[in-house]
């Protein structure tokens, strides 16, 4: 854990007292394993189950299908161990060491075995603040890659697995690989869908 | 005419298979020569070599994302470009197989095409006539030297490749932007028509039109090529041919004639010149995958290797008639390149449209034609001018996501209606022919053909740079007065040749003595040898190049061809 999240945590009353009890180390060391880095090009069960839920958390099912049944935690699990970076790999695992030393600070408990509701208490301590930035700023900074914190690249690859899957293309956008044509005054309301190919 | 006759290997031969050598090889080969064509990029089939086309994003590799350590060490130029992906890689120059030079305090980006049918396969298809403003441009201020031609001397060519290659336009009746043979307009969405009547409305010497773009609206009579399906990305390729490339309409007339030879991986590194008869004499190749050198002889040689392959070709064709390159006796070769200022406009947020939604993906935008400098007294910081391309549509999920925050239920709730409309505007400025912006042969790199590296030394001037800050200012103040809600200017600083509109460096001229080429595209110095693509550019104008390229190549063909048969060559 940075100390940066440390002070974070503690600015925003997660921890009691100024100075972390031996026991509080302790637990939030037991985190550690969640920040283990991949052996024989994977990443643990733990780690996998943890990356899954938490894709489920950002783009849960709803009346469409969630992140799990998009297939998105195996896409992830591809970018970390092939696309990312040395670096980018290490700030992605340890954020999912910091996600379970959250949940057990709080609750003595693996991420894992939370509630949905305790879940996202754990992944909203880890988001940023917005920075407001407005429609037309020329560049929104991607988040998958470079030195964005773990929420963003986790939220960034949730975002791409879930909406350029299959199983999106099918439910929440209108798929047509081939339109056949060009209407610029057609209405959104007659379509109830984003158009994507 | 027989190439047997006279003892050659073809009547002519054509270096390239782009937008330029596609017309050469269709305009040569329907006059009755028997015509080679040389491409060096490797070989590909109009359809079955589309592998991206209609891909859908779940069997596209990582999902779209970039690989990052291939592209750094293969593509590092050619990854700049928008059109450059996964669905598109296999159409590209490599980088490291295709080295190059720069000054580093200026760098250069020089964007290929790696196969048959060339940036014909990638390019953005808009479509515009140059006017006399454009050819007599440099006459009247002074930068460059005159054309050699003018506007009628083209515009039966704009006619007659336009009715080859399928334009769909508006006529707007402007002088300085001439209508053409418009096949039916794409149209305009509800957000770009509010836009052109508040533009119109607040500048009156402005006009927006929709793109004048070689993608067919309706069949042509000629051709089999299908209509527009409003897919999207047509740099992917399209196996109906509804844009107009070499792979699609020039090369399968050219083959229909019986006349074409085309041949892939054949790099051309330079040309033999005969002093006795004043000629090229032969083409050096080196088969790109042997390694292997071989000569082939025509009596005629058209260079459309592309405004920077062509002149690299002519620079290393040195002999004791040439020493500073072939047909350089003016020493213009290799100077004076331009291109267009690229990157720097103004995208604007619009509100009280958001019950719209457009259909489908037009493979177009808008265009607002030049409106400075077009009479000599307008007072204004640069001479030439600019015009904008842009467009109006939503944001999509991905820029939404990123300025959403949160996530869940809710989150994803929010995701599902389109974002906000925007309309950008970009301009694309003319460049100056400078003497000082030139490339030349690396003394000592060379390539892993043997063939000397380009090396480059290019910069924007004054003139550049003021018009990249006036077109910053206008787009915004347009956007302004349509009503836009947020507006922010850009300006990517894009560097030489990131306008892929890169030209002028074996210009056209009426003197010997400061120009490479005659109003033909014929070297003043070698009857048989002709240059017609962006090398021949005297100046660069603001438009998009591409159609005057073809029209120059069948105007050069025909004269060439009357020439061959009148004994002249």
Known sequence: ?197 | MSADAGGYDFDAIVVGSGISGGWAAKELTEKGLKTLVLERGRPLQHGAGYLGEHQPAWETPYRGLPLRDLYREEYPIQSTSYAFNETTRHFWNNDAENPYDYNPDKPFEWLRAGVVGGRSLLWARQTYRWSDLDFEANLRDGHGIDWPIRYADIAPWYAYVEKFIGVSGQAEGLPHLPDGEFLAPMEMNVLERHVRERIEASFPERTMTIGRVAVLTEPLEHSQRGVCHYCGPCHRGCSVGAYFSSLSSTLPAAEATGNLTLQANAVVAGLDYDPESGRVSGVQVVDAETKARRTVTARIVFLCASALGSTQILLNSRSESFPNGLANRSDALGRYIMDHTYGAGARGVFSGYDAFYPQGSRPNGIYIPRYQNLSDDEERPFVRGYGFQGGAGRMNWQSMARLTPGFGAEFKESLRRPGPWVMSLGGFGEVLPRAGNRMTLHPSKVDGYGIPQVSFDFSYSDNERAIIEQIQIDAQAMLKAAGAVQVSTYNAKKVGGSAIHEMGTARMGRDPADSVLNAFNQAHDVPNLFVTDGAAMTSSSCVNPSITYMALTARAADYAVTQLQNGKI
């Not at chain 1, 964005?148 to 960034?156: D, H, I, R, S, V």
């Not at chain 1, 999106?168 to 690989?177: I, K, L, M, R, V």
């Open chain 1, 1 to 197: 854990m940075s100390t940066n999240r440390r002070d974070a945590l503690k600015s925003m009353g997660l921890f009691a007292g100024a100075a972390l009890s031996a026991s509080c180390q302790r637990a939030l060391d037991s985190g550690a394993d969640l920040s283990a880095p991949p052996t024989g090009g994977s990443l643990s069960e733990a780690q996998l189950e943890t990356i899954a839920q938490l894709a489920e958390l950002i783009i849960p099912e709803t009346d469409t299908p969630g992140a799990i049944t998009a297939g998105v935690p195996a896409f992830i699990h591809q970018i970390v161990i092939d696309w990312y970076t040395p670096a980018e790999q290490q700030i992605f695992l340890d954020g999912l060491g910091e996600i379970e030393s959250i949940a057990r600070q709080h609750w003595s408990a693996p991420f894992t075995e939370l509630d949905p509701e305790r879940q996202a208490r754990v992944l909203s301590e880890l988001e940023p603040p917005s920075e407001g930035a407005g429609p037309a700023t020329a560049a929104v900074p991607a988040g998958a890659s470079g030195e964005l914190p773990f929420f963003l690249k986790m939220k960034e690859l949730t975002v791409l697995g879930f909406y350029t899957s299959q199983a999106a293309a099918n439910t929440e956008f209108d798929y047509q690989p081939v339109p056949g044509h060009y209407d610029g005054d057609a209405r959104f309301d007659e379509v109830g869908r984003q158009w994507v190919r």
